[in-house]
């Protein structure tokens, strides 16, 4: 009998997956597999339990936001084994689960992961931290992590929005040097992001037309501070529309990235703190683990 690893977050989202807990692992079950199962409870569970556990496993499920993902894909990446993950989306914004064309009713996300099919995808190593499609710093990024999580599972994505407002006041750039592609960009910036996605913080096309999740690249988007906020305004408008022809837009395709800033900046990976730093490198690695999507249509 095929074993699974069933790891949820059950305060993601709405905690819907109370909900359909019983239902799902009854699918699973029905399916031939042995499962077992590990609710998280703080931050880093489901990274040391996919790493002290997946090698053991023929599966791995994971079910809440893009975080419990980044830590399940750093888990099967530390564990030794090349284990396929299923992923059932349960947060709030499921960037990631939007970029990979997965189900968002949780249950039609469980069959995918029994009738799917196995994609190849990159992930991106940060410094000696992995994120699986988002390293960021600067405006706006702090909301992911600093919003509790009563306030986004009251209100949803509209947390984000809300506490993100609250940090326009506050706007501040970082004198930053940023190096790819034998290039070196120098220049005040207040927002940057290096992403393998099509969705941020649930805005389509915010990386850029032509996205891949597995051609071994990232999508580089860097905001210069602008002479005003009219600028301002309209180069998020651009940016958000998809244009990278801005004057106040640094956007690269890049397999690596190097960055050196004067002074510490406070990076979020897949929406989670990830450190504060004054260097950062970050690589693709490509085709660097198996995430089950939908299949392609004939």
């Not at 019983?22 to 077992?36: H, P």
């Not at 396929?84 to 947060?91: C, E, V």
């Not at 071994?216 to 002479?227: A, D, I, K």
């Given at each position: 009998?095929?074993?699974?690893?069933?790891?949820y977050n059950p305060f993601a989202g709405k905690s819907r997956i109370r909900v359909?807990?019983?239902?799902?692992?009854?699918?699973?079950?029905?399916?031939?597999?042995?499962?077992?199962?590990?609710?998280?409870?703080?931050?880093?569970?489901?990274?040391?339990?996919?790493?002290?556990?997946?090698?053991?496993?023929?599966?791995?499920?994971?079910?809440?936001?893009?975080?419990?993902?980044?830590?399940?894909?750093?888990?099967?990446?530390?564990?030794?084994?090349?284990?396929?993950?299923?992923?059932?989306?349960?947060?709030?914004?499921?960037?990631?689960?939007?970029?990979?064309?997965?189900p968002r009713n949780i249950m039609k996300a469980a069959d995918t992961v029994l009738?799917?099919?196995?994609?190849?995808?990159?992930?991106?190593?940060?410094?000696?931290?992995?994120?699986?499609?988002?390293?960021?710093?600067?405006?706006?990024?702090?909301?992911?992590?600093?919003?509790?999580?009563?306030?986004?599972?009251?209100?949803?994505?509209?947390?984000?929005?809300?506490?993100?407002?609250?940090?326009?006041?506050?706007?501040?750039?970082?004198?930053?040097?940023?190096?790819?592609?034998?290039?070196?960009?120098?220049?005040?910036?207040?927002?940057?992001?290096?992403?393998?996605?099509?969705?941020?913080?649930?805005?389509?096309?915010?990386?850029?037309?032509?996205?891949?999740?597995?051609?071994?690249?990232?999508?580089?988007?860097?905001?210069?501070?602008?002479?005003?906020?009219?600028?301002?305004?309209?180069?998020?408008?651009?940016?958000?529309?998809?244009?990278?022809?801005?004057?106040?837009?640094?956007?690269?395709?890049?397999?690596?990235?190097?960055?050196?800033?004067?002074?510490?900046?406070?990076?979020?990976?897949?929406?989670?703190?990830?450190?504060?730093?004054?260097?950062?490198?970050?690589?693709?690695?490509?085709?660097?683990?198996?995430?089950?999507?939908?299949?392609?249509?004939?």
């Amino acid at each position: 009998m095929n074993k699974l690893l069933f790891i949820y977050n059950p305060f993601a989202g709405k905690s819907r997956i109370r909900v359909n807990l019983s239902s799902i692992l009854e699918k699973f079950s029905a399916a031939g597999y042995e499962i077992t199962v590990f609710p998280t409870r703080q931050v880093h569970d489901a990274l040391r339990i996919t790493t002290e556990n997946a090698g053991n496993y023929d599966l791995v499920v994971c079910s809440g936001g893009d975080g419990t993902l980044d830590e399940v894909v750093g888990g099967v990446l530390r564990c030794g084994k090349r284990v396929p993950i299923g992923y059932l989306p349960a947060g709030s914004t499921n960037d990631f689960a939007i970029s990979l064309k997965l189900p968002r009713n949780i249950m039609k996300a469980a069959d995918t992961v029994l009738d799917g099919e196995i994609f190849p995808c990159d992930i991106g190593r940060f410094c000696d931290d992995t994120f699986a499609y988002i390293a960021a710093f600067g405006m706006f990024t702090e909301v992911s992590y600093e919003t509790p999580q009563t306030i986004k599972n009251a209100i949803g994505h509209a947390a984000y929005l809300l506490e993100g407002i609250k940090s326009i006041p506050e706007l501040r750039t970082y004198h930053i040097t940023v190096e790819c592609n034998g290039e070196k960009v120098e220049g005040n910036f207040l927002f940057g992001m290096i992403t393998n996605a099509t969705s941020v913080g649930g805005i389509r096309n915010l990386t850029g037309k032509y996205v891949e999740l597995n051609d071994g690249l990232f999508e580089v988007t860097m905001l210069r501070m602008p002479r005003n906020p009219l600028e301002l305004n309209a180069v998020i408008t651009n940016v958000i529309g998809g244009a990278r022809d801005a004057e106040c837009v640094y956007y690269a395709k890049t397999e690596k990235v190097v960055i050196h800033s004067d002074e510490e900046i406070a990076w979020t990976l897949d929406g989670e703190f990830g450190g504060k730093r004054k260097d950062v490198t970050i690589e693709n690695l490509p085709h660097a683990v198996d995430i089950i999507i939908p299949k392609k249509k004939a």
